[in-house]
């Protein structure tokens, strides 16, 4: 397993901007894919939006053409770019690692989680 640490969660108002970091540490995630989770209160855990080993992205409906995802394999960290927030957006946002690509939907599919950082927007 890889240490996974989200940074970059906090209070933004509607239609604001936040940047999230996901650093691994450990070893290195080159040959991991990566997603970016979200859970809300009272509901499920939720896919974001993943990164494959290859760069390839993926954007859930709700989050398509406001977020973006992306990595450095040098800084061994990947990044969700929210802008446009909307109250709705609001929840604890976790990413996590899987070796290799295959189905990135799935939370189950995943072997390393970090603790979570929370993004709370207002309306």
């Known amino acids: 397993q890889v240490h996974l640490v989200e940074s970059g969660g906090g209070l933004v108002q509607a239609g604001g901007s936040l940047r999230l970091s996901c650093t691994a540490s450990?070893?290195?995630?080159?040959?991991?894919?990566v997603g970016w989770f979200r859970q809300a209160p009272g509901r499920e855990r939720e896919i974001v939006s993943p990164?494959?080993?290859?760069?390839?992205?993926y954007y859930a409906d709700s989050v398509k053409s406001r977020f973006t995802i992306s990595r450095d394999s040098a800084k061994n960290t990947v990044y969700l770019q929210m802008n446009g927030l909307k109250p709705n957006d609001t929840a604890v946002y976790y990413c996590?690692?899987?070796?290799?690509?295959?189905?990135?939907?799935?939370?189950?599919?995943?072997?390393?989680w970090g603790q979570g950082t929370q993004v709370t927007v207002s309306a």
């Open positions: 996590a690692a899987k070796k290799g690509n295959g189905n990135l939907v799935p939370a189950n599919n995943y072997d390393s």
């Open positions: 450990g070893r290195t995630f080159i040959n991991d894919a």
């Open positions: 990164i494959t080993t290859g760069g390839s992205t």
